[in-house]
T-cell receptor, first 116, second 117 residues
């Protein structure tokens, strides 16, 4: 029978292109955001993070942009490679003190496929 | 290369059986998280510990799930009795929290894929 589950957004790009993955977060009180990459059969892997007092942060081939006004986060990957093919998740954390510091809320994810 | 390890990697069991999943956090990390990933719900936090003490288990079904840290090198997640709806991939993650503050990087293990028939 047909399986019911999340229908993840997908992005297909050619090798060498730049990729932009978007994420809308839910809580205006969130002040810390992270992007994770998950390859098939593996656990999520930390890529880059950003705090709410910043609009942009750059890493190696990756840039995260934060727009708090519209609660939007994006991950830009430069010169995308086949090895970048994976599911990408954004996650947010709310600064509510106490035990909140451990609570990450993950987005549904975006499937990135890079064609050689 | 420090990594979070999880055992078993795969587990198939029958409904009603007890399941125990184990996690060895990265040495020196003081915060351990348990997550569950399904196609329907995505990645959800079940529980987490700091310095072996449970801080939050609000995401965990209390009647059948339990999480413990017998020592700093071992975290366990137990399901008793298991049900088909528990089928999922269970991830452990660890990180370092300074004082009572935020863990800025969580390092995930490879997961335990649980199938309950």
């Amino acid at each position: 029978g047909e399986s019911v589950g999340l229908h993840l957004p997908t992005l297909s790009v050619q090798e060498g292109d730049n990729s932009i993955i978007n994420c809308a977060y839910s809580n205006s009180a969130s002040d810390y955001f992270i992007w994770y990459k998950q390859e098939s059969g593996k656990g999520p892997q930390f890529i880059i993070d950003i705090r709410s007092n910043m609009d942009k942060r750059q890493g190696q081939r990756v840039t995260v942009l934060l727009n708090k006004t519209v609660k939007h986060l994006s991950l830009q990957i430069a010169a995308t490679q086949p090895g970048d093919s994976a599911v990408y998740f954004c996650a947010e954390n709310v600064n509510a003190g106490g035990t909140s510091y451990g609570k990450l809320t993950f987005g549904q994810g975006t499937i990135l496929t890079v064609h050689p | 290369d420090a990594r979070v390890t999880q055992t078993p990697r795969h587990k198939v069991t029958e409904m009603g059986q007890e399941v125990t999943m184990r996690c060895q956090p990265i040495l020196g990390h003081n915060t351990v998280f348990w997550y569950r990933q399904t196609m329907m719900q995505g990645l959800e936090l079940l529980a987490y510990f700091r310095n072996r003490a449970p801080l939050d288990d609000s995401g965990m079904p209390k009647d059948r799930f339990s999480a413990e840290m017998p020592d700093a090198t071992l975290a366990t997640l137990k399901i008793q009795p298991s049900e088909p709806r528990d089928s999922a991939v269970y991830f452990c993650a660890s990180g370092l929290s300074r004082g009572a503050g935020r863990v800025y990087e969580q390092y995930f293990g490879p997961g335990t894929r649980l199938t309950v028939t």
